[in-house]
């Protein structure tokens, strides 16, 4: 079922729920619409929430608010079209937007018109909502064969064998104020990718203003490309669970004008698996994504936040847990430390992917950094051995690609 104009004018309340008998995090409503003053093109919101069993699409002039978890089932699409600016519940982790395994959404704006997620609140901050999660059939290392694993948030299955699994497009999306956090142990990410397919089409996406991480990668194999994250509270790129895609023209900016208590994490920061589930496929593989055109803007080598006070741990990239990954033209500025290599020489092994040429950094320059490398990997290995082409990274061409559609 669509919905249509002719439904939302017509009606001046629809609310139909059935209440489910599952104990878990997914939503217990099966549909949801709430549409305080008639609807249409005017100034009434319209409220979405509930596990969509059919399509959902969205259209322009319809002032939509998002006030709980908006979950598509596998078999549907929830289509927005450019220019729209969608406003979640300033409620927390609860209120959230996901696509399951076999659905699909179609997303795309334009650099004009971009689509935009973000907070109802009249002083919108981090936090405020949850985000948008994919969930896919692309393969995962964190369990064994096709199992699938389960979602942090949401609960919801996720992993399989079709690396060409396709969860459909984001183009030219922005989100905002995301991160609610459900405890101390699930968390909201700006953009969750749980085993979602090289299938699926992403681009011109940004995290703005977060509480967690701003992209996180679960596994998979999907490509993304033009990605800007700015001010995130946690890391801004995450990947784990051997997720082996490729990552193109990303500018990261963290919280610059940092405190103590409220500062950013890693640009990136890499695992290899997932420590929570272990390392169970087989034959064993690790991350191993591409990552081109970076560039990452600290907030200088002495990592003094505005109390004065300063750390030694801040750092650009933090790659563990034998993560592989070649990085090819960066620029990393403004940091003391710019890769953090953990790991040891059995499970977790990271220094042996830089010996074996499968953790590379090719073409990169530094600015305003006191360290290029620590290795606390458990095998030796030189800086050559991990670096090359020092002073020749360029970066992501940001000034061009971000205009207009991004926030600074």
Same mark, same amino acid.
């Given at each position: 079922m669509r919905i249509k104009n002719y439904l939302l004018l017509s009606l001046v309340s629809i609310t139909m729920l059935f209440v489910s008998c599952a104990n878990d995090d997914t939503a217990d409503i099966i549909f949801n619409i709430t549409n305080n003053e008639g609807g249409?093109?005017?100034?009434?919101d319209v409220f979405l929430s509930g596990t969509y069993t059919n399509d959902l699409t969205l259209e322009s002039g319809v002032n939509y608010k998002i006030n709980g978890s908006l979950v598509m089932a596998s078999g549907t699409t929830l289509t927005i079209p450019a220019g729209m600016t969608i406003k979640a519940l300033a409620a927390g982790s609860d209120v959230y937007v996901a696509i399951s395994q076999g659905a699909k959404i179609v997303a795309e704006g334009t650099s004009t018109a971009p689509i935009v997620f973000t907070s109802d609140a009249a002083s919108p901050e981090a936090g405020d909502w949850g985000g948008l999660i994919l969930l896919g059939k692309?393969?995962?290392?964190?369990v064994t064969g096709t199992a699938t694993s389960t979602?942090?948030?949401?609960?919801?299955?996720?992993?399989?064998?079709?690396?060409?699994?396709?969860?459909?497009?984001?183009?030219?999306v922005r989100i905002e104020y995301s991160g609610g956090s459900a405890d101390g142990q699930s968390e909201n990410n700006g953009l969750s990718f749980y085993a979602v397919g090289n299938?699926?089409?992403?681009?011109?996406?940004q995290i703005y203003e977060g509480k967690d991480d701003g992209v996180e990668f679960f596994g998979g194999t999907v490509n993304v490309s033009y990605v800007s994250v700015i001010n995130l509270q946690d890391d801004s790129i995450d990947w784990t669970e051997g997720y082996s895609g490729t990552i193109s023209d990303v500018y990261v900016q963290p919280i610059q004008n940092p405190t103590e208590s409220f500062n950013s994490d890693k640009a990136f920061e890499c695992d290899g698996y997932n420590d929570?589930?272990?390392?169970? !496929? =087989? #034959?064993?593989?690790? !991350? =191993? #994504?591409?990552?081109?055109n970076v560039t990452i803007i600290g907030v200088g080598s002495s990592n003094t936040f505005q109390d004065g006070s300063t750390t030694s741990a801040y750092e650009?990239?933090?790659?563990?847990?034998?993560?592989?990954?070649?990085?090819t033209n960066v620029v990393i500025s403004g940091y003391a430390e710019a890769f953090d290599l953990d790991g040891n020489d059995t499970t977790d092994p990271t220094?042996?992917?830089?010996?074996?040429?499968?953790?590379?950094?090719?073409?990169?320059?530094f600015t305003d950094v006191t360290n290029k490398l620590k290795n606390d990997t458990g095998v030796s290995f030189t800086e050559a051995d991990f670096i090359s082409g020092?002073?020749?990274?360029?970066?992501?061409?940001?000034?061009?690609w971000g205009a207009g559609w991004t926030r600074q």
């Open positions: 249409g093109s005017g100034s009434a692309a393969p995962i290392n964190s979602s942090e948030i949401a609960g919801l299955p996720y992993g399989g064998n079709i690396a060409d699994d396709d969860s459909g497009s984001l183009r030219y299938g699926t089409s992403v681009e011109y996406i929570d589930f272990g390392n169970n !496929s =087989s #034959p064993v593989f690790f !991350s =191993s #994504p591409t990552v081109n650009a990239i933090r790659l563990r847990r034998g993560t592989e990954a070649i990085f220094g042996a992917a830089v010996i074996a040429d499968k953790l590379q950094v090719n073409n990169i320059t020092d002073g020749s990274g360029t970066g992501t061409n940001y000034a061009t």
